[in-house]
């Protein structure tokens, strides 16, 4: 199949993404790959590689590729691992991740995103994919512990369940902040001992949940 998106992909990975400071090669390489296009309304379609968030289903958003970029290269995935996703949304994100780790279970709370989100995965072969629809704040207790944990949705806190769910060593990122705007947190896991640091300013759709804000 011919993509046309190609240039505007590798355009997209060079001057938004590299030149920000993102190094992993593997994290640029499944940039380069994932047709970001395909996560996203056709009537939007021409815009999938440009340097903002776009609007999806439901009112929620596919987050900025360098967004996307710099959360993912915080998980430091080598190949292995486990990943949980809370807001599965476009499917991007999971996409992106499901390149770079063995499995990716994501949770969705909007039936119509999971839905849309589930057809570009199997349209595109991506089969390491399991998503559900359920509320993420409560994890995925039975698929636990998870090597990382991305959650692409703004909380008041890490929801607990996350933190217990996460396997020792292991890195969880997230919005942390109010529901204007937030900072990405970084939590890491090591010999029973949790870390945390505060990043850059964000901003993201609310984490609705038990363990988010209330609908
Ligand atoms: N990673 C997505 C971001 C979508 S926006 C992308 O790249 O497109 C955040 C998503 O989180 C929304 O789809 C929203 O419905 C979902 N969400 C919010 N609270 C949630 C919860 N408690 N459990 C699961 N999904 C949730």
């Keep these: 199949m011919i993509d046309r998106y190609l240039s505007a992909r590798e355009e997209m990975v060079d001057s938004q993404i590299r030149a920000r400071g993102i190094l992993d090669e593997r994290v640029l390489a499944a940039m380069r790959l994932v047709p970001r296009h395909i996560f996203i309304d056709s009537a939007l379609r021409t815009q999938a590689y440009d340097d903002y968030p776009l609007p999806i289903a439901g009112g929620q958003t596919i987050s900025q590729p360098y967004i996307v970029a710099c959360m993912t290269e915080l998980l430091r995935l080598v190949g292995h691992e486990l990943v949980l996703e809370i807001g599965t949304g476009s499917g991007y994100q999971t996409a992106v991740l499901s390149r770079l780790c063995r499995q990716v279970y994501s949770v969705e709370r909007l039936n119509s995103l999971l839905t849309q989100a589930r057809k ?91 363990h988010g804000w209330k609908n």
Excluded: C, H
Excluded at 138 to 144: K, Y
């Design 120 to 210: 570009a995965f199997d349209s595109l072969s991506y089969f390491n994919i399991t998503a559900r629809l359920a509320d993420g704040t409560l994890g995925w207790p039975d698929a636990a512990p998870f090597d990382a944990i991305i959650v692409t949705a703004g909380g008041p806190e890490v929801p607990p369940p996350l933190i217990d769910q996460l396997a020792d060593p292991g890195r969880l990122v997230m919005p942390v902040g109010d529901q204007k705007q937030q900072q990405l947190r970084l939590l890491t896991k090591n010999n029973g001992r949790i870390q945390t640091e505060t990043l850059a300013g964000v901003r993201f759709v609310d984490l609705i949940g038990a």
